[in-house]
């Protein structure tokens, strides 16, 4: 069988350990209480204990600011302060759209081993829209980066994952170019956290800047989320806009600069088509 270059590198890394060996400003950003992009992607609410917002609060502050399309995104269940595996397979009861905003059924789930497992059962996959994965502290200890790398890639290998969500974080150090190059190749998106230069994961800000280049160069997606935890910090990107200006990260490849192009990558990746948005 023969494999390409990127994948011969992936082998070659999982394996050994070893690492993988048009562009342009923003035109346009919304400024004041408008959102810079009109699609937020990660966002946790009353059902993770440590936040404060409902889904109607998010609905209401999305209403207010600009933002057509949210996904929530609550901790999975391995977190100790998670919702049960039924919240997530009954979100089934949500409307697609609500006071004109579509809402997405997601999950920031855990990366649970170097195996690249996460704690979302085969129900809960079938259930939801959309798929974050992580490295969490109270889930998987921090390591070395090797450790963090494999968990990462094997993650983006196995498909389930559609984000990876802060892999800026320096608690868990990775090789960032194999990283960026296996999610490109697997067309999985590496994310942007507004919320890590603000009130998490400080000192992200350096390897932010360098997972934007690296995603850039390996033609892959970025996601961004404000990782909300109460509804007021709703569609604030502005730390995330500050790299994407300074890297020169090309703006059709950010997912969240129209629900369009967020709900197409995700039909690219296999997802079904959402009937009830296809007008979006």
Known sequence: ????????????????????????????????????????????????????????????????????????????????????????????????IVNGIAVLRGIESN??????NIDCSTQMLNELDLIIAGLHEPVF????IHSHTEAIISTIAKGDADIISHPGNPKFPINIRAVAEAAAFYNVALELNNSSFIHSRIGSAINCRKIAKAVRNAGGYLALGTDSHIAFSLGNFEH??????????PHDRVLNVSPRRLLNFLIERGKANIIELADW
């Open 1 to 96: 069988m023969q494999h390409s270059l990127l994948e011969r590198r992936y082998i070659c890394y999982v394996n050994r350990r070893t690492s993988i060996s048009s562009l342009g400003p923003l035109a346009h950003i919304y400024k004041g209480e408008k959102a810079m992009y009109p699609v937020d992607l990660h966002m946790h609410t009353v059902a993770s204990t440590h936040a404060y917002s409902t889904l109607h609060d998010y609905v209401a502050r999305a209403n207010a600011c600009g933002i057509k399309l949210l996904a929530i995104t609550d901790h999975g269940p391995d977190m100790k302060d998670a919702p049960h595996s039924w919240h997530f397979i009954n979100m089934r009861v949500w409307p697609r």
């Open 111 to 116: 990366i649970k081993n170097i195996q690249g």
């Open 141 to 144: 200890a921090p390591k070395d």
């Open 240 to 249: 995330c806009i500050r790299i994407i200006n300074e890297t020169e990260f």
